[in-house]
């Protein structure tokens, strides 16, 4: 065969095969089907279904934010100005008055230090107290002790200790949620003329624990946004507790991963409302003096500065 002739039919052949590709790329013909336009379009049908295209992080991100934007021209900005210099005008006024008073309570909180270290009886001993000192105001250095009593939270609730704790001067039970937030941020931007100012607010989801209890249903700006009560209901009648279907304020923000002891004790919560609970030991003492629920409550940073988890055994199982 000739070199031209071997040169035309791999022309041909090349030719052949590139007709043949265009054709299946065209979707009219399917090596498996026959049918590769209708999954084509089919295809098509399920991403117009998809109204919502996150290509990022960011972009799922904004979707979850919104934005308001407020302006403030220079007359709204001179009534502020008008209004925070009369307030600062009535805490000068006021101020004289506050001061007398913060200096009062100091002098009363020194006579009472006062009074306390002239009229203490110093007690060295703590082990045996004497008749003497009854009535008395005594001071006393020792260890808080249940001796062998055990502890348990509240009795006959499913949510109480599978067993009674031993040696426990308190148990604490805290109950967290997993909730949505809102929070937001504020961007300023001064207008070149005139002295206004334009004010951006964004308002952004953020979900986390919180052991405040159950938010508001429907958060205020991000209306599609919305916690569920979930099990709450459940844990307070299990607690012993009485559910009213309230919703907890706003809680503040907090570091994430931090405990939720500590959590619940920025957060000002009330430790003996279901489903939380709280129990201290009736056996408490410090060598032969009793210590008092009061006592060891008011005292917090004394007596309950340091926790250990609930050994696993403990925890009840449902």
Sequence with gaps: MMLWEKKFLLT?????????TSVLADGRISPV??????????????DAL???????????????????TTRCNFWCMLKNSLGLTIVGLLLI????????????????????IDFCKNKAVVVENSD??????????VHFVGTVSVGDTSLELTP?????????????????RTCMIYQKFEDASNEVK?????GGQTTTTTFTCREDWTPMGPQPERLQHLTDETNSRGIWDDLIAAAGGEGD????????????????????????????????????????HVGGFGLSKDIVMEEAGVFQAEWTPLPADLVPDT
């Design 12 to 20: 041909l052949v090349a030719a052949v095969l590139f007709g043949l």
């Design 33 to 46: 089907t026959g049918s590769y336009g209708d999954v084509e379009a089919e295809f098509a049908t399920l």
């Design 50 to 68: 998809d109204t919502t295209d996150f290509s990022d992080f960011d972009d799922f991100q904004r979707y979850l934010q919104t934005t308001e």
């Design 93 to 112: 006024c006021l101020s004289p008055c506050l001061m007398w008073k913060n200096e009062g309570r100091h002098v009363t909180e020194l006579r009472r």
């Design 128 to 137: 045996i107290p004497t008749d003497e000192n009854t009535g008395q105001l």
């Design 156 to 172: 006959g609730t499913a949510l109480n200790v599978s067993a009674p704790m031993s040696k426990a001067l308190v148990i604490k």
């Design 190 to 194: 001064q207008d070149r003329l005139g």
């Design 245 to 284: 279907g309230a919703t907890a304020a706003p809680a503040p923000a907090l570091p994430p991963n931090m405990p939720p002891q500590m959590a619940a004790m920025l957060q000002k919560v009330d430790p003996s409302k279901a489903p939380n609970d709280i129990a201290v030991s009736p056996a408490a």
